[in-house]
């Protein structure tokens, strides 16, 4: 027997289906660096990609430990290029904008329906959004500095292909 409400688990499997495009999304977007010979930022994608795809099995595994029945919704068709690198991250972090205050609307609902366990799970995806902001924050403003200087943006492609394929979650 489920030990979770229907409204709950309706808006957990909603967000389920959210962090599938955001990694549909970086996995266009991982797509477009390769298209512009980026191989750096490609893999850097690839590997937000695969955290994405995590923070779903979050949702996922959670809404099965407590009883409730995981539903899968169609996935939203992502953009496919962008105008520039700067453009790219600029709407990765207004993606994650949004996901924080969807995150901050889940909370508001465990509050609500007094779900301490799903308040609790939560907390993680609200200390993740902090980092996730700051990350793509930081990645915008280093690409703000360096413009249009080709040898800059090269030297900022080799230090993000260094980032661990699902090394982080
Ligand atoms: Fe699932 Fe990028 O937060």
Redesign the pocket.
Known sequence: MAVIGDKVVRALNQQLNR?IY?AYLYLSMSAYFESIGLKGFAGWMRA?WH??LM?AMKFFDYISSRGGRVELFAIEEPPKSWESPLSAFEHALE??MK?TKLIDELVDLAIVEKDHATFNMLQW?VG??VE?EKTFREIVERLKMLKDEKSALFLLDAELGQRKFGGEE
């Open positions: 962090e955001s937000q955290e994405e923070h993606h994650e996901v995806f993740e959004q996730e």
